[in-house]
């Protein structure tokens, strides 16, 4: 296994939105991993996230911050159920009035979380050393 560099990115717009929406599809992570701090307008999550990057099959665990954030919404994510496991499919931005608008993480099973952010704010960050897995994402056609 290749050793590959940790993942630092940092998003200011849509665009650079979609670069990290990439780097974190089939990122797997629990409820309880999810956590909004209102007073500090911080939306964090942690999970496992499969580096497509990388060669030979590896997660990592990695975490998204986002910034600026108002108001947070779920659907069909149950705050409760802190062990239920989310499959992140995409990450993305529909502007506002500018610079914000609404941060959608969308997830497996029809589920999503949707921040109004004042401006787009996110950093995805890798905070360990990756691991081996047996299990690839697939994707049928």
Same mark, same amino acid.
């Given at each position: +296994?290749?050793?590959?560099?940790?993942?630092?990115?940092?998003?200011?717009?849509?665009?650079?939105?979609?670069?990290?929406?990439?780097? +974190?599809?089939?990122?797997?992570?629990?409820? #309880?991993?999810?956590?909004?701090?209102?007073?500090?307008?911080?939306?964090? +999550?942690?999970?496992?996230?499969?580096?497509?990057?990388?060669?030979?099959?590896?997660?990592?665990?990695?975490?998204?911050?986002?910034?600026?954030?108002?108001?947070?919404?779920?659907?069909?994510?149950?705050? #409760?159920?802190?062990?239920?496991?989310?499959?992140?499919?995409?990450?993305?931005?529909?502007?506002?009035?500018?610079?914000?608008?609404?941060?959608?993480?969308?997830?497996?099973?029809? #589920?999503?979380?949707?921040?109004?952010?004042?401006?787009?704010?996110?950093?995805?960050?890798?905070?360990?050393?990756?691991?081996?897995?047996?299990?690839?994402?697939?994707? #049928?056609?």
């Amino acid at each position: +296994m290749a050793k590959t560099p940790p993942l630092r990115l940092l998003a200011q717009d849509a665009d650079d939105l979609a670069i990290i929406s990439a780097a +974190m599809q089939d990122a797997v992570a629990r409820v #309880g991993d999810i956590s909004y701090e209102p007073k500090a307008r911080l939306l964090t +999550m942690s999970f496992n996230r499969y580096c497509w990057e990388a060669e030979g099959g590896v997660r990592v665990r990695s975490a998204l911050q986002l910034g600026g954030v108002l108001k947070v919404q779920a659907r069909k994510i149950r705050r #409760g159920a802190r062990d239920a496991v989310l499959e992140v499919l995409t990450v993305t931005f529909d502007a506002g009035e500018a610079p914000g608008g609404l941060v959608t993480i969308s997830c497996a099973g029809g #589920g999503d979380l949707r921040a109004d952010v004042e401006c787009l704010d996110a950093v995805l960050a890798d905070v360990s050393e990756p691991w081996p897995t047996l299990r690839a994402p697939a994707h #049928g056609d």
